[in-house]
């Protein structure tokens, strides 16, 4: 079968080739490809930053975020021939860690997991991959193409429901949500957001396709410095990693806010923030910072959901382009309208 593999820590590795068929001890249901997300994460495994190939192996099937249909499944097995389906990234470590061991392993505390496509298990951008059916989703066949977002989602339904627990810290009823970045993450937290019933504002760098499906769900665009906002949020989503970005976001925080960061630093980039002033009103204001990322199988299962629930058209703004498994290299190279680009298994 054919497949996008990198040979990982190698820049420019990147190459379709012909890999031997999944083997059965990857799991007990075969799915036929439909499609695959591209994301940072991608981009960044085929620069060679990142990425380790399977035990024995030198090439890793990259890809993360699929989309597929069932061929074989197991009776019993909770799937039939057919079913739309996407696959969980995570799997726990064999230890396992306090977290794994209770089935949080989207919480690893040992960092012995692994990852399809990314962490020393083959990912989805073949023509065919095994999965275990507890490490499968179903997807609404109404969202057919668009489930291919299910995994950005589940980030984002985790993020929204750690949101929710940090909340019951205190009696809170936020009712404002500043969503920084305006790529699918960004989106889709303000998605969940306004399905939530809060007030959502969307900062990002320029006017265009982004800031169209941004106000298409209700939210309110802006361009600009943080600093100029004219609210102090109750929910900061940061997604978009940029290091100033992330200390101006925390400092316009209301009193007992909440940051969630969903967005990875590229690196280490100069400050102009004071963080003593940052720790400052963090301390006095009962502010809260905190990281998400990778999803557990509740959260895709929240994200299906999230999804089904949103209007068609509206998904169908975030993918931006579809490219045949042949064009992979201009589906992993960003251009300035793109929101989310799909590699098509179907094309």
């Known amino acids: 079968m054919r497949a996008l593999t990198v040979i990982p820590g190698r820049a420019d590795s990147g190459a379709v080739v012909e890999m031997p068929e999944p083997?059965?001890?990857d799991g007990s249901v075969l799915v036929r490809t439909l499609a695959v997300g591209v994301c940072g994460t991608d981009t960044e495994i085929l620069a060679g930053d990142y990425g380790w190939a399977p035990e024995g192996e030198e090439r890793l099937?990259?890809?993360?975020?699929?989309?597929?249909?069932?061929?074989?499944?197991p009776v019993g097995s909770g799937f039939s021939r057919g079913d739309l389906v996407a696959g969980v990234v995570r799997r726990p470590d064999p230890v396992p860690c306090l977290a794994c061991g209770a089935g949080e392993w989207d919480m690893c505390r040992n960092g012995r997991y692994t990852e399809r496509g990314i962490k020393q298990r083959h990912g989805?951008?073949?023509?065919?991959?095994?999965?275990?059916?507890?490490?499968?989703?179903?997807?609404?066949?109404?969202?057919?193409?668009?489930?291919?977002?299910m995994e950005p989602a589940s980030i984002l339904a985790k993020a929204w429901e750690h949101i929710a627990h940090i909340g019951l810290r205190a009696r809170w009823a936020?009712?404002?949500?500043?969503?920084?970045?305006?790529?699918?993450?960004?989106?889709?937290?303000?998605?969940?957001?306004?399905?939530?019933?809060?007030?959502v504002h969307v900062l990002a760098r320029r006017e265009g396709v982004q800031a169209e499906a941004a106000r298409a769900i209700g939210a309110t665009y802006h361009t600009g410095r943080v600093a100029d906002l004219p609210f102090h949020p109750d929910v900061v989503l940061e997604c978009t990693g940029v290091p100033a970005l992330v200390m101006e976001t925390a400092q316009q925080?209301?009193?007992?806010?909440?940051?969630?960061l969903a967005g990875v630093s590229a690196g280490s980039k100069r400050l102009c923030t004071d963080p003593g002033t940052l720790e400052?009103?963090?301390?006095?204001?009962?502010e809260v910072l905190f990281g998400a990322v990778n999803a557990n199988l509740r959260h895709y299962r929240a994200a299906a959901e999230a999804l089904a629930k949103a209007d068609r058209a509206w998904l169908a703004r975030l993918v931006t382009r579809r490219e045949r498994l042949d064009e992979w290299r201009a589906a992993v190279t960003r251009r300035p309208d793109?929101?989310?680009?799909?590699?098509d298994f179907t094309l």
Not at 186 to 196: I, K, P
């Open 338 to 343: 793109d929101i989310k680009t799909v590699i």
């Open 174 to 199: 936020p009712r404002t949500v500043l969503v920084t970045g305006a790529g699918p993450i960004g989106l889709l937290g303000a998605l969940m957001a306004a399905q939530r019933g809060l007030e």
């Open 280 to 286: 400052r009103q963090m301390v006095l204001g009962n």
């Open 23 to 25: 083997p059965e001890t």
């Open 253 to 260: 925080l209301a009193p007992a806010g909440i940051c969630c």
């Open 124 to 149: 989805f951008a073949a023509e065919r991959f095994r999965i275990e059916p507890g490490f499968l989703v179903p997807v609404d066949r109404g969202l057919e193409p668009l489930g291919v977002l």
């Open 61 to 73: 099937i990259i890809g993360h975020e699929s989309l597929g249909e069932v061929l074989e499944a």
